[in-house]
């Protein structure tokens, strides 16, 4: 698909991946509506947007509310005309072992990174199949593939995303309509330092905007699935075997309790 000329609505696009595939969109021709919660850091992610698409513009929305996500894909239409191009971005993590989950947590957690996506590509979908053109792109993680610990809400919450990406694909076969999931591995946003509980993970971290251009090629090749960096696509792969997956386990687990004894 196309995206210049397109019109996008971006979630979650406030800071971090979000706001780099909003700006990348943007600079590749595609008048951007990026949705966050946080007024004043929106403003300044649509701003950046309009350098390069001026009709750009921003609409406060808790993609938890189903009212707010049909709103902004109503907002969208009323303003550009149509929606081409959703990339479902917002998400929340908790880190908690399994014992210290509350069902609160685990309801924030799919209601936010699972329903979210799903009220707002609902709202769009039926204009996009009308004119038998448009693309979702469902942002996961690695953690919907690979079970981290501390992460089994935050892990359920990608893994459910993500199959009911794929089923929502094979429903929209020949509609002209396109559903890609793209799974981050390590990317340096400030989701890292709002747990209440520590990641242990101390490697590398990648930007932002590798994961932008990995959205823009999946839009414009109508990819299905594709991992950022590609390299973290094998241990998911691995886990689900059963000798490399009872090691991938027992490392994560031995990795886990290392960071928690430093």
Avoid at 179 to 192: A, N
Wanted: one cysteine or more; proline letters at 5%; hydrophobic letters at 40%.
């Amino acid at each position: 698909m196309k995206i210049d000329g397109s019109v996008a609505v971006v979630t979650g696009a406030s800071s971090g991946i979000g706001r780099a595939v909003a700006v990348d969109l943007a600079r590749r021709g595609a008048s951007v509506v990026v949705a966050a919660r946080r007024e004043e850091a929106l403003e300044q992610a649509a701003a950046a947007c309009r350098v390069h698409a001026p009709d750009s513009f921003g609409v406060v929305t808790d993609v938890a509310r189903r009212r707010d996500c049909e709103r902004l894909v109503h907002e969208a239409h009323e303003r550009l005309g149509r929606v081409d191009i959703v990339v479902n971005n917002a998400g929340v993590s908790t880190r908690k072992h399994a014992v210290d989950t509350t069902v609160d947590d685990v309801e924030r957690v799919l209601t936010v990174n699972y329903l979210g996506a799903v009220y707002t590509t609902l709202a769009a979908l039926p204009g996009m199949v009308e004119r038998g053109k448009g693309s979702v792109v469902n942002v996961t993680s690695v953690a919907g593939y690979l079970p981290n610990p501390k992460e089994a809400a935050y892990g359920a919450s990608k893994a459910a995303l993500s199959l009911w990406s794929h089923g929502l694909g094979v429903d929209l076969d020949g509609t002209g309509v396109h559903v890609g999931v793209l799974s981050p591995g390590p990317i340096d946003t400030e989701i890292w330092a709002m747990d209440e509980v520590p990641a242990s993970y101390d490697g590398k971290k990648y930007p932002p905007e590798v994961v932008a251009r990995g959205v823009a090629r999946m839009i414009e090749r109508e990819t299905r699935h594709m991992t950022v960096p590609r390299r973290f696509g094998a241990p998911g792969i691995m886990f689900t075997l059963p000798l490399l997956g009872r090691a991938v386990r027992r490392g994560l687990i031995r990795f886990e309790r290392k960071a928690e004894g430093s």
